[in-house]
């Protein structure tokens, strides 16, 4: 029992799927990208070659920046999505669900923000402060109507654990369906805290070189780009399992290993379903302004959560009531 | 907003428009100023050439060859060497040349490391 | 939070060519800023009294890539009314169908720039997909991409065959219609509107009082355009419109550059369609009379001039370029103040800045306030250490 639990963890569908999976969804999407753009696009090993190429340059310390903080960073911003990967079911259970595990990988999920604020802070750039404090205030705009919007779906399922929430879809149906603005706006959420279009506002290439990005080189950046790959897979695993109904059919299979086959095809379709949503959305925005952000953040997200928060409520009620 | 996904969508399911260069080529138009060359059979040595580059990358070193030019024979005292990465291929040479000596030919001009390479 | 100062330049990746700001921030607005042009100064006019007017031409079109038919063309308007030439009429249009692709492509690449500026890079790749057809039209008429070589004094220096005025003919439709395409894009896509509407604005009295010129100033509503005002070539025979906008945004400044694209595609296929018979050229003279004469252009940035002065030789006396960026730059300065940070290369962009046009002086000592005239072998000397120093600190 323990040996399967160690590969689970390492092997598959653990860390090394993880890494492989971050790789080919990070080409698909670069792919998917650059067809809608009318270019040709990478080939299909090219973020394989760019990670090791990155782990092999110069590591750059400027002047007076504290070198053991700037190592650690990255490196816990990687374990923490690594870590909250663990969490979300792929081929059926996840055998370290717990009740409560929902938090534990929200939580998770936003140590890599903080990582960026730190390294633009400790980075005594000007460049570098800028992009780390508009990292923070975006997760104050978007972190809200997110979380409410993955909560949501464990107030309808009566439960915290991820596993169980997906479990619960199987019985009553898509949380995709029950709940379309959650859905939406935890896509819209997705979106933000992978910093991509029109959300790249702390990165920001044109305004502020690379935001908290600029002073990182060679092995930070490997692991840094790294960090952010890990999290759109963790992340669309997220949304996959809280409302397209993770790696379940609507039925039962009944040999044991067909289920776990066809599951673990449920869990790529879903994902792909969502990169190839994430990537339309790159494609076609641009970027905002941080206070335009603000504006939209509060003015439209949030009033859409509350009202999705209202409707479950509502619906709950009823429910209780009959 | 849809003429955006619209034009992404058309672009998705047809060809991009990336020609993968050195596989595929582009055709290059005729007149296209690229290579400059010197046609040694039909120079005559007048030296317009040389006074009528901007880059002055064009120098006439002495020589003393016959030439046939239209059923007479001359013999040319100069004749021209050109510093082929100094060429700003405008064209004038060609332009001004009498007998069609000097001439850019339709290849494109390609890099190398040599910055005083000469043609002559 | 205290005022930081945020050094734009002279590299960075919102800018294509390098200048200097020093902008003075508070928090996330800005509240003073400080300019610096002389990055790329190359010495081009003292150089081009060293050449005579054959040999001047290609080095004039070699100041600025985009607008380099603006340049040459600027030119030989001035040295051609010195001498008394009369150009025929053949190459008056066919220099008219060159300098209107010009703009055509110098102003589907604005566009692209200006939405890789605000992270929109679909929009740019597409616009310099269909920027390629205006390069290869031109690539066919003159022989390159850019640095055209067409003008030469008394005319053209080539012409055009009917097969290819048929073929360049068949080509204009699809690039209209991808032209309408991208207007429809700029009009509805929500995050260029939120990012164009509002910023930079430039009232008309401001565009006057500063000397703005081109699409930035007809953008805040002066109706002002050297084609029709001050027309050369073959521009007052052709039936064409001055787009003008009272936003004075950079949204405003957005719309004037479609419209003058739509209008371009027009005048091309009326000169196409109407060329003349005749010849390209007249034969020049080599020695100009004594003269002095402003010429004025509309290049795709604004109002290009050249004062030239000649003095009975071959070659000019005195050539001073006054090009339409360096008179915007003053409404980028005007403009900026009380704008956020992130609008900093929206606002830079929507002039359509060309470094290489801009800098025509060069600081030789920072103390000393003598001006004094140098040779042309003291001018490259001066530009050799003054280059390796910068190369060096």
């Known amino acids: ?322 | 907003m849809s003429g955006v996904l619209r034009e992404m969508l058309e672009n998705l399911c047809s060809k991009p428009f990336t020609i993968l260069y050195p596989k595929e080529k582009v055709p290059i138009p005729k007149g296209f100023r690229g290579k400059i060359a010197v046609v040694d059979e039909k120079c005559i040595g007048c030296s317009r050439c040389a006074r009528v580059c901007p880059a002055e990358c064009i120098t006439m070193i002495p020589d003393n060859t016959e030439i046939e030019v239209k059923g007479k024979k001359i013999v040319r005292k100069k004749r021209p060497v050109v510093k082929f990465f100094r060429c700003i291929r405008c064209g004038l040479c060609e332009q001004y040349c009498p007998s069609e000596a000097i001439i850019m030919k339709c290849e494109l001009s390609e890099s190398g490391t040599d910055k005083e390479v000469l043609v002559q | 939070m205290p005022e930081v100062v945020l050094p734009i330049g002279p590299q960075h990746p919102a800018l294509k060519e390098p200048v200097n700001f020093k902008v003075i921030v508070d928090g996330e607005t800005i509240v003073g800023l400080e300019l610096d042009v002389s990055y790329t100064h190359r010495g081009i006019e003292k150089a081009a009294e060293q050449r005579d007017f054959i040999r001047v031409i290609p080095l004039l079109e070699r100041v600025c890539g985009i607008c380099s038919h603006a340049h040459a063309q600027a030119f030989c308007t001035g040295i051609e009314e010195i001498m008394h030439l009369e150009v025929p009429p053949r190459a008056q249009y066919l220099r008219t169908i060159v300098a209107e692709l010009e703009r055509m492509h110098s102003h589907i690449l604005w566009l692209g720039v200006a939405a890789h500026v605000v992270g929109f890079n679909t929009l740019f790749m597409w616009t310099w997909r269909d920027r390629e057809t205006t390069q290869d039209i031109l690539e066919e008429m003159t022989g390159n991409r850019m640095n055209y070589g067409m003008n030469e004094v008394g005319g053209v220096r080539r012409d055009l065959k009917p097969g290819q005025i048929s073929s360049i003919l068949s080509r204009l439709p699809k690039l209209e219609e991808q032209i309408g395409k991208y207007v429809g894009m700029v009009r509805g896509e929500e995050t260029m509107l939120l990012r164009f509407r509002g910023i930079g604005k430039l009232s008309k009295a401001e565009a006057l009082k500063y000397g703005t010129v081109g699409p930035t100033a007809r953008a805040s509503g002066v109706d002002y355009d050297i084609r029709r005002d001050d027309p050369s070539i073959a521009y007052a025979e052709v039936p064409w419109k001055v787009v003008t906008d009272t936003s004075g945004d950079v949204y405003g400044r957005t719309l004037v550059r479609i419209g003058e694209l739509q209008e371009s595609l027009g005048i091309i296929r009326y000169c196409l369609e109407h060329l003349p018979e005749g010849k390209i050229g007249i034969p020049a003279p080599k020695v100009a009379p004594r003269g002095e004469i402003l010429s004025r252009y509309e290049a795709p940035r604004g109002e290009l001039v050249h004062f030239i002065r000649t003095n009975d030789t071959d070659r000019v006396e005195r050539l001073d370029i006054r090009t339409p960026t360096l008179a915007n730059w003053t409404s980028v300065t005007v403009s900026l103040v009380n704008q956020n940070i992130a609008d900093i290369p929206v606002i830079v962009a929507a002039i359509d800045p060309c470094l290489s046009c801009t800098s025509r002086i060069t600081i030789l000592s920072e103390r000393g306030r003598r001006t004094a005239e140098m040779t042309w072998a003291q001018l490259v000397d001066h530009g050799q250490r003054f280059y390796r120093k910068w190369g060096r600190s």
């Not at chain 1, 080939?43 to 090791?52: E, H």
Request: charged letters at 10%.
């Open chain 1, 1 to 322: 029992m323990d040996l399967l639990l160690v590969i689970y963890v390492l092997l598959f569908p653990g860390f090394l799927f993880l890494l492989a999976y971050g790789f080919l969804l990070q080409y698909l999407d670069r792919k998917i990208a650059a067809r809608m753009q009318a270019r040709v696009g990478p080939p299909l090993l090219q973020p394989v070659a760019d990670f090791i190429k990155m782990l092999g340059k110069e590591v750059i310390d400027p002047a007076g920046v504290d070198r053991a903080a700037f190592d650690a960073a990255p490196l816990m911003a990687l374990a923490a999505v690594m870590t909250a990967f663990l969490y979300i079911p792929i081929v059926g259970e996840s055998p370290f669900a717990f009740q409560g595990d929902l938090v534990l990988v929200l939580y998770l999920l936003t140590l890599p923000t903080i990582a960026l604020f730190l390294l633009g802070w400790l980075s005594r750039n000007v460049f570098s402060s800028v992009g780390g404090v508009r990292a923070v205030t975006m997760l104050f705009i978007y972190e809200v109507p997110f979380f409410l919007a993955l909560l949501m779906p464990a107030l309808m399922a009566g439960s915290w654990s991820i596993s169980e929430i997906a479990g619960w879809q199987q019985e009553h149906g898509w949380f995709a369906l029950l709940q379309p603005i959650g859905f939406v706006v935890g896509l819209i959420g997705l979106q933000a805290k992978l910093e991509r279009q029109p959300f790249d506002i702390p990165e920001a290439e044109t305004e502020i070189v690379a935001g908290p990005w600029t002073e990182l080189t060679g092995r930070r950046l490997a692991l840094m780009h790294l960090t952010m790959q890990v999290m759109l897979v963790a992340g669309s695993g997220l949304i996959a399992a809280l409302f397209l109904g993770g790696p379940l059919l609507p039925w039962n299979i009944s040999p044991a290993w067909l289920a776990t086959i066809a599951g673990f095809l449920m869990f790529l379709g879903k994902t792909l379903l969502i990169l190839v949503i994430l990537a339309s959305l790159k494609v076609a925005t641009g970027r905002i302004r941080i206070d335009q952000l603000n504006d939209i953040g509060w003015k439209y997200l949030a009033s859409a959560t509350i009202l999705q928060v209202g409707i479950v409520l509502l619906m709950d009620y009823i429910r209780v009531g009959t």
